[in-house]
């Protein structure tokens, strides 16, 4: 049971342009969303994250949006650049003492294009 | 400070056999988990070492278990190893009280063939 889910495996964006990458979650218990980048030989790096009391949080390029009726969740990656092609994980956690656990979506390639 | 190291970066084994990978968190981190990437199936949940206990499980067959020692350093082991455990293995490190604005950070992971 996929209980994050990326339904986009891949994207492809001219350098300049908005990027969104959506991600929809099915465990109301979710109360913490992550997003991280990965490139090719490397380990996954933070990028943003959301807690479920907002609905936007913003970091330079990257802006995420939370839409907990519809459990949806997006990141807009604006301007776009070369730089930002990679897979991108959605991850999502229930904020608890007893666990650090991660919820992993499958990834959405981003290629971006000049 | 240093980050999350993994070792080895990578190994080829054979059917059957078993394999060791290790994890040093980063210092002060008291939590470690274990995932597995393949292609098209993200990053599955292996298991979460907390202060040398293991506080979390993932839907993994008995094959794969791991321990957690006293300097928080992680080992996972994959024991009768199967052509379908060939995957990417990653190590996150998290302070491990769940709390907001701690995210974990991952290590470059061990790429593992198997054979």
């Known amino acids: 049971d996929q209980q994050v889910k990326q339904n986009s495996p891949s994207l492809s964006v001219q350098e300049g342009r908005i990027s969104i990458l959506n991600c929809d979650y099915t465990?109301?218990?979710?109360?913490?969303f992550l997003w991280y980048k990965k490139y090719p030989a490397e380990g996954p790096t933070f990028l943003i994250s959301?807690?479920?009391?907002?609905d936007k949080n913003e970091d330079g390029r990257f802006t995420v949006f939370l839409n907990k009726s519809a459990k949806h969740l997006s990141l807009h990656i604006v301007p776009s650049q070369p730089g930002d092609s990679a897979v991108y994980f959605c991850?999502?956690?229930?904020?608890?003492?007893?666990?650090?656990?991660?919820?992993f979506g499958t990834g959405t390639r981003l290629q971006v294009f000049p | 400070k240093a980050g999350v190291t993994q070792t080895p970066r990578y190994l080829i084994k054979t059917r059957g056999q078993q394999v060791t990978l290790s994890c040093s968190p980063i210092?002060?981190?008291?939590?470690v988990s274990w995932y597995q990437q393949t292609p098209g199936q993200g990053l599955q949940f292996l298991f979460e070492?907390?202060?040398?206990?293991?506080?979390n499980k993932g839907n993994f067959p008995g094959r794969f278990s791991g321990r957690q020692f006293s300097n928080s350093r992680s080992e996972m082991n994959v024991s009768t190893l199967e052509l379908g455990d060939s995957a990417l293995y990653l190590c996150?490190?998290?302070?491990?009280?769940?709390?907001?604005?701690?995210?974990?950070?991952f290590g470059q992971g061990t790429r593992l063939t198997v054979v």
């Open positions: 996150a490190s998290s302070s491990g009280q769940g709390a907001m604005n701690t995210e974990a950070f």
């Open positions: 465990n109301s218990m979710f109360d913490y």
């Open positions: 959301i807690s479920s009391i907002k």
């Open positions: 991850a999502a956690r229930t904020l608890s003492y007893n666990t650090d656990k991660l919820i």
């Open positions: 210092s002060g981190h008291r939590s």
């Open positions: 070492y907390f202060s040398e206990t293991q506080r």
